[in-house]
């Protein structure tokens, strides 16, 4: 069997894991950013930094952030409680054993100025969504990375699978429209925001393209029912802002819940009701034949309307984190709110599939729809928990009476790793998937050991890491990366 058809085979079939487990990755992510934010006070200098010294704190930051994140989708895959346990007990011991001769100099740490992240929790949950994706579109070509992590054929949770609405839920989360309390008044002030969005989206449409491309005139191996034969993620986030963009012109954003709703239910009516499930898991003969472009694409044309679904989600959930700022007792609240949401959505996603089928990131179906929504809220509600720790720890609760983000110590701030990370999110991921392709040329992914496997994704990581974190030093800013 040639190489590119025994890849593809790797990559078929595959029926996932328990959104348990899947949940249980999310929370390695929010602990690595706690374990980070204990580690902050043996990382203070008096003096402004040397480069020797911002190396040093480098190693710490993909040591204790990155390394963790790339060992619980290898070797640790099947211990990922006792990861968890163990990056627990690390953060509790780290603010126990704190020297005594550090108080002075984490006194004037928390008494100056730093720049603060208007929700720090969102610029975590954004970076480790990032991080565990990009891990994954490599990991995924090797034996380590368990199959049940990878994208599942047709019904079921995974990883990856999370990963690709949790990139489009966050998209919304911190989109324009999630940020802004309505839009211009007047048809022609409103069609000139969409413009300006599809301007800002044309990146993603370029990658689409020349992903399609490379793909092409590489002939690199493809699981055609990801998305269909000229189809690709970055076409399919494209697509759902204009989408999005469109439907606001329409529906004022202040209706973004409503709109959620009657997205969804179309679009499950028309998947169950009127044949398009059918059509999209066999094709329009039924024997999953490809013939014509909307045929050869039309898993990755028909999900985008799921997955705008889940971005309308993003949006209106963002709604309630932007709409102001939050004191101690408010972010409390919020908490309360989060999790009463996480608990309300997974109770329907007990009960949904009894009705639309089982969890379908091929299809984007309602339970898919309400897994990604729940799974984000979850998420957001975990790294919440930590800031307030954190504002707590700090005595910042105490400091602000309108807004504790304004003068919380968080690591989305302090730590350059995560800074230059999040300072050039499409940049990296571009990065990740430029380098992904090109390993997968240079080597036979499948024939390698596993320790081998496991260097090579670190060190991949670390590759990516050094080029943001180096860009964020020297203070270089792409525009459109």
């Known amino acids: 069997m040639a190489e590119k058809e025994e890849k593809e085979l790797f990559y078929s079939n595959l029926s996932g894991t328990s959104a348990v487990e899947v949940a249980s990755l999310t929370l390695v992510g929010t602990l690595v950013v706690f374990v980070r934010s204990q580690l902050q006070p043996w990382l203070i200098v008096t003096k402004p930094p040397t480069k020797k010294h911002s190396c040093f704190v480098f190693v710490i930051d993909f040591l204790t952030m990155i390394l963790p994140m790339v060992t619980c989708c290898t070797y640790g895959s099947d211990h990922i409680q006792h990861v968890l346990v163990l990056l627990l007990v690390a953060a509790i011991t780290l603010h126990v054993i704190q020297p005594g001769n550090l108080k002075s100099s984490v006194h004037s740490y928390l008494e100056s100025s730093v720049p603060s992240a208007k929700l720090p929790f969102v610029s975590s ?236 990131r091929r299809l984007g179906n309602a339970s898919y729809i309400v897994w990604i929504l729940a799974q984000g809220v979850f998420s957001l509600a975990t790294f919440l928990l930590v800031d307030i720790v954190l504002a707590w720890q700090q005595d910042t609760a105490t400091k602000s009476d309108t807004d504790m983000f304004l003068h919380l110590k968080h690591p989305a701030n302090q730590s350059n790793l995560l800074r230059g990370v999040n300072a050039h999110q499409l940049l990296f991921f571009l990065l990740g998937n430029l380098l992904t392709g090109l390993i997968n040329l240079t080597i036979n992914t499948l024939t390698v050991s596993n320790l081998f496997s496991f260097l090579i994704i670190v060190f991949y990581m670390a590759l990516l890491c050094s080029v943001t974190t180096a860009m964020q030093y020297k203070r270089i800013k792409l525009k459109f990366l």
């Not at 991080?131 to 070509?141: E, K, M």
């Not at 309390?181 to 925001?193: A, N, R």
Request: glycine share 10%; proline share 3%.
């Open 125 to 360: 949950l954004r970076l480790c969504v990032l991080f565990s994706t990009t891990i994954s579109i490599l990991a995924v070509d090797f034996h380590i990375f368990p199959r049940r992590f990878a994208k599942t054929e047709t019904f079921g949770v995974s990883l990856m699978d999370g990963g690709v609405g949790m990139f489009i839920f966050i998209n919304g989360l911190v989109s324009s429209e999630a940020r802004t309390k309505q839009l211009p008044s007047g048809l022609v002030s409103k069609l000139s925001k969409v413009q300006s969005n599809v301007m800002t989206s044309l990146p993603l449409l370029l990658l689409g393209l020349m992903r399609l491309l490379s793909v092409r005139l590489a002939d690199y191996h493809q699981h055609v029912s990801e998305y269909g034969v000229h189809w690709n993620f970055f076409l399919s986030l494209f697509f759902v802002r204009i989408i999005s963009s469109l439907l606001f012109v329409i529906i004022p954003i202040s209706f973004s819940g409503i709109l959620l709703l009657l997205v969804t239910f179309t679009y499950q009516h028309l998947l169950t009701n009127c044949g398009l499930q059918e059509y999209i898991l066999n094709g329009p003969d039924g024997t999953g034949s490809r013939i014509g472009w909307i045929s050869a694409n039309r898993e990755g044309i028909f999900s985008c309307i799921g997955f705008t679904s889940i971005y309308l989600g993003g949006v209106s959930i963002g709604r309630l984190l932007f709409r102001k700022s939050w004191s101690f007792s408010g972010s409390v609240r919020l908490l309360g709110c989060l999790w009463g949401f996480t608990i309300l959505f997974w109770c329907i996603l007990n009960q949904l599939p009894s009705y639309t089928g089982e969890v379908s």
